[in-house]
């Protein structure tokens, strides 16, 4: 079984202004990693994954997230944020390996950017 | 590519009655769909994994017999709300993914559904 804890569940930031949506998991196996974001009354977008190889990925939107499996870790950071990044990010995994694509979210960050 | 669309985007309906909704791939075929609820300011739950030709597989707490889903086709899936009640007011999402290991799950826009 797996479990995502996103720590913030509100991060407001200024325009333009650098910010770190964090997100830690836990899992008894090796895990896929995922970022999503949704506006509102809308579904899921998916921003960038981890599924193995560099622990840097880069996603849409010039949003990118490392993955750290020492302190099971996965936050997205974006250097400079717009208007138009204010929305909920959900941290999601699933299992690697066999048949377990299910996704375990996490509760949520509501990123809200400020002029 | 990779577009998934549910239909109703809304609906209302009365306590009691039941409301069908549709999740299907526009450009893939699906051989796995999934459906979760959402309620207001909180997280995806993921209610059942449907395989196309099979039953689906519920997660542990939702109820089969009145959340009744088929995924018929490659390409739909439907999410059946029987007897609904005004407690399964919520944000119905569905998802869809094409075999293979790596494969991405794709979301649909939603369905917001009421029960008065």
């Known amino acids: 079984a797996q479990s995502v804890t996103q720590l913030d569940s509100q991060v407001p930031v200024f325009e333009e202004a650098p910010v770190e949506l964090r997100c830690n998991y836990s899992s008894s196996v090796s895990v896929y990693l995922f970022w999503y974001v949704q506006y509102p009354n809308q579904g899921l977008q998916l921003l960038l994954k981890?599924?193995?190889?560099?622990?840097l990925v880069k996603g849409i939107n010039g949003f990118e997230a490392e993955f750290n499996k020492s302190q099971t870790s996965f936050h997205l950071r974006k250097p400079s944020v717009h208007i138009s990044d204010t929305a909920e990010y959900f941290c999601?995994?699933?299992?690697?390996?066999?048949?377990?694509?299910?996704?375990?979210f996490g509760k949520g960050t509501l990123l809200t950017v400020n002029p | 590519g990779a577009v998934v669309s549910q239909h109703p985007s809304w609906v209302i309906c009365k306590s009691g009655t039941s409301v069908k909704i549709e999740c299907r791939s526009l450009?893939?075929?699906?051989?796995?769909m999934f459906w979760y609820r959402q309620f207001p300011k909180q997280s995806l739950m993921l209610m059942a994994t449907s395989n196309e030709g099979s039953k689906a597989t519920y997660e542990q707490g939702v109820e089969k017999d009145k959340f009744l889903i088929n995924h018929a086709s490659l390409t739909l899936s439907t999410l059946t709300v029987t007897s609904a009640h005004p407690e399964d007011s919520s944000f119905y999402i569905c998802?869809?993914?094409?075999?293979?290991?790596?494969?991405?799950?794709?979301f649909g826009p939603g369905t917001r559904l009421t029960v008065t």
């Open positions: 999601a995994v699933s299992g690697s390996g066999g048949s377990n694509y299910k996704l375990t």
């Open positions: 998802s869809a993914r094409k075999s293979g290991r790596f494969s991405e799950q794709y």
């Open positions: 450009d893939f075929q699906a051989t796995t």
């Open positions: 981890y599924l193995s190889g560099s622990t």
